[in-house]
């Protein structure tokens, strides 16, 4: 079973419209399947990266899920443990929100964020909630935001939801230019939503 990956950036390969890395390690190539955020952080082909890993094992078929953050594996491993959700699902849940945020939603019960991820409609967000609430042992240390506290972090991409909605665009417009944003700054995703909707 892989654990961990240490070795040169060969390439990125866009598969069956997922993202996947090509990681030589003494010799051998290992095609990575990780979200569009880890793909850029890893840099230009050549660099050594390091990447913690998923050895997906079903009846006739292996992928390996890579991770630059160790809490992001473990989190990727338990949303996997939650009932009909399987890799491809958990990695992009993943690949909107981080583990950190993850808690964050589960905690506020916020359907709207879990709307975000590629998808995930309100009816299916709403199972989810239910159900990664009631299996889902995030690694985090989480306290739920007290609705009355105004200094309560919110998800940036919440916000910028909710600031697209405000100035007219649908739900579906919203969705699509978010998909694979990322980050803790709601004005540079703003930005750069704003942007990706002018050119469409």
Do not use: N, W
């Amino acid at each position: 079973m892989i654990g961990s990956l240490r070795g040169q950036l060969l390439e990125r390969l866009e598969v069956g419209g997922r993202g996947e890395v090509l990681v030589e390690v003494s010799g051998i190539g290992y095609r990575v399947i990780v979200t569009p955020t880890t793909a850029v952080r890893l840099g230009d082909a050549g660099t050594e990266v390091f990447l913690h890993v998923h050895h997906h094992i079903r009846e006739a078929d292996q992928a390996l899920y890579g991770f630059l953050e160790r809490s992001e594996r473990t989190c990727f491993e338990a949303l996997l443990s939650a009932h009909g959700v399987g890799p491809s699902l958990a990695l992009a849940v993943l690949g909107v929100h981080g583990p950190a945020e993850l808690a964050r939603v589960l905690a506020d019960d916020d359907v709207a964020a879990l709307c975000l991820v590629p998808g995930v409609g309100k009816k299916t967000a709403t199972r989810l909630l239910v159900e990664l609430k009631a299996s889902l042992d995030l690694p985090i240390d989480t306290v739920p935001a007290d609705p009355a506290d105004t200094t309560a972090p919110r998800s940036a991409l919440v916000e910028v939801q909710e600031a697209l909605g405000g100035l007219g665009y649908t739900p579906d417009e919203v969705r699509s230019v978010l998909s694979d944003l990322g980050g803790d700054d709601a004005g540079v995703i703003l930005r750069e939503a704003l942007q990706r909707l002018a050119r469409a």
